[in-house]
């Protein structure tokens, strides 16, 4: 494989699994942002105890705030660790019980997430660039 295919792959694998995961995480920051500090309160899954609330926001930067730094290859394994923890949880306690079929969205982002953190950005990345200076 020449160089250049494989950082274009590492670039398709880091941006395009994001970009997607951006469209439910958006949803879920909008849902914190209209939610938060009413009388009704956060309602989403508790986990591990944390509260709705606490739960909520770190499924929001994992799901919007750390796609957004993948896709700009900005600290990419570490933004891809929170992204695959949370479909990690979504997919093993969430969708535990569930068929196969409700959870294979979240295995494929896992492991999109796992590959990128193992991976890493690639040279057409901010990663990259900072690491040139």
């Known amino acids: 494989m020449t160089p ?11 941006t395009l699994p994001s970009a997607i995961m951006m469209t439910h995480g958006w949803p879920k920051f909008l849902r914190l942002v209209e939610q938060i500090g009413t009388e009704a309160g956060v ?23 750390a796609p957004a730094m993948m896709i700009l290859g900005f600290k990419t394994r570490l933004a891809a660790i929170p992204a ?26 896992l492991v999109c ?14 990663d990259a660039v900072l690491k040139r200076r």
Do not use: C, I, N, Q
């Open 113 to 126: 997430f796992a590959a990128v953190g193992a991976l890493g950005a690639g040279k057409w990345s901010l």
């Open 43 to 65: 309602k989403f899954f508790d986990f591990m105890g944390l509260g709705p609330e606490v739960s909520l926001t770190l499924t929001v930067l994992a799901e919007l705030v």
């Open 4 to 14: 250049t295919l494989h950082h274009a792959g590492l670039l398709l694998l880091r």
């Open 84 to 109: 695959a923890f949370t479909m990690g949880v979504a997919a093993f306690v969430v969708h535990g019980g569930d068929p196969l079929g409700d959870k294979e969205l979240a295995l494929l982002y």
